[in-house]
């Protein structure tokens, strides 16, 4: 290595009153009170959104929680034919199947447990891909909150479809061929000033 290819930052020498540091310190506290006073007369600053009463408005590519969807005497679609957990990457699909009384030629099993732990969900959206019978499919409902990791393994209690299909918006996939809008945020992002130029002196290392 040359020694042209190091950068030296040396710090600027403290001035007289930085070295005192009282006169730092209050001009830290002077920016804090700024932006204080700032969020709280003007929102001047403020750049998150204040959910649950401001909600952002997402992605058309959004895909929340999952749906299991049912057949017209309202069982299960799924036959327990683990496509989905096997292409699950994130290996948080748990299904045990059992023998279905009223198997067709079309299936065999049904799924006496499906669970889907959703802190593990990275909402890819494979398992909708891999299943053969249309029987999960991807919301758009995704505010969750758990208290616990129980909470937050979905049963086939609650992934099975409780009401028409018509009812659900859908999660994104491609081939549903939604149309993509804009992501606005309620709260306007303030714009931060360009990056100040370099040094003189460091820009002048070679
Ligand atoms: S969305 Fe992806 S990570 Fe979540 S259960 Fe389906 S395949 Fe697994
Ligand atoms: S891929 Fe479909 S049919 Fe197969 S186990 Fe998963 S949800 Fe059920």
Same mark, same amino acid.
């Given at each position: ?7 030296v930052?040396?710090p600027? &020498?403290?001035r007289f009153?930085? #070295? ?6 209050l ?5 804090t ?6 969020n709280l007369f ?5 750049v998150?959104?204040e959910? &649950?009463?401001v909600?952002r408005?997402?992605s058309d ?11 017209e005497?309202g069982?299960?679609?799924?036959v ?7 292409a699950?990457? !994130? ?10 009384p ?8 049904r799924p006496?447990v499906f669970?889907?732990?959703l802190?593990?969900c990275v909402?890819c959206g ?5 299943c053969?019978?249309?029987a ?5 409902h ?6 616990g990791?129980?909470? !937050?393994? !979905?049963t086939i ?5 409780k009401?028409?299909?018509?009812r659900i918006?859908?999660?994104y996939r491609?081939y549903y061929? #939604?149309?993509s809008r804009?992501?606005t945020?309620?709260?306007p992002v303030?714009?931060?000033p360009?990056?100040?130029a370099?040094r003189?002196d460091? !820009?002048?290392? &070679?």
């Open positions: 290595m040359r020694n042209t290819d190091v950068v930052c040396d600027k &020498p403290l009153w930085q #070295r005192f540091y009282l006169v730092e310190v001009k830290g506290l002077g920016v009170l700024r932006h204080f006073l700032g003007g929102r001047k600053y403020t998150t959104v959910w &649950p009463e909600k408005e997402y590519r959004l895909r929340g929680r999952h749906v299991l969807l049912t057949r005497d069982s299960p679609r799924c327990a034919c683990y496509m989905c957990e096997t699950c990457p !994130a290996d948080c699909i748990h299904i045990e199947a059992e023998e279905d009223t198997s067709t030629v079309e299936w065999e099993k006496k669970n889907i732990d802190l593990r909402f494979l398992c909708v891909d891999a053969p019978k249309e999960i499919i991807m919301t758009r995704h505010e969750m909150a758990f208290t990791r129980e909470e !937050a393994v !979905a209690d609650t992934l099975l479809q009401g028409p299909i018509d918006d859908l999660g491609p061929g #939604r149309e804009p992501i945020l309620p709260i303030r714009v931060e360009a990056p100040k370099p003189p460091l !820009a002048a290392t &070679p």
